[in-house]
């Protein structure tokens, strides 16, 4: 019984893992995608590249989250210092990110900046993954 909980915790840890790869993946390419079209814009505007900052760095947060959860998963599993070590680092760095990303965007609230505001001529509002916020 022992045997098949460990099995099933390494295959859990392993798909919230891939989850985290294919959350960041996805926000590093979305991200670069609407920086190119912001280098081939001249009339890019500040708020647009803050707004991009902000939309990729809710993308690591979330795929932060999901390391996280990873990692709890493992440890849970064979609880070495090594790895209470790295659940500790990773939590450390989410919260830091997460506090400073919050503040900016409330900053963004107050000054009436939208987080996904930027979009290219050629994407559709549909095509829009909506914002993720805590």
Request: without cysteine; aromatic residues 10%.
């Amino acid at each position: 019984m022992e045997e098949l909980f460990l099995s099933i915790a390494r295959k859990a840890s392993l798909l919230v893992e891939m989850a985290a790869v294919l959350i960041v993946s996805y926000g590093a390419l979305e991200s670069f995608v609407k920086l190119l079209w912001i280098v081939v814009t001249p009339a890019t505007s500040h708020g647009q590249r803050k707004s991009l900052w902000r939309r990729f760095g809710m993308w690591l947060l979330l795929g932060l989250e999901f390391e996280l959860a990873a990692d709890i998963i493992r440890s849970v599993i064979s609880p070495t210092w090594k790895d209470i070590a790295e659940l500790g680092a990773i939590a450390v760095i989410r919260t830091f990110l997460n506090y400073f990303l919050e503040k900016d965007l409330e900053q963004a609230e107050e000054t009436g900046e939208a987080v996904g505001a930027f979009e290219p001529a050629g994407l559709s509002s549909s095509s829009r993954v909506p914002a993720v916020r805590e």
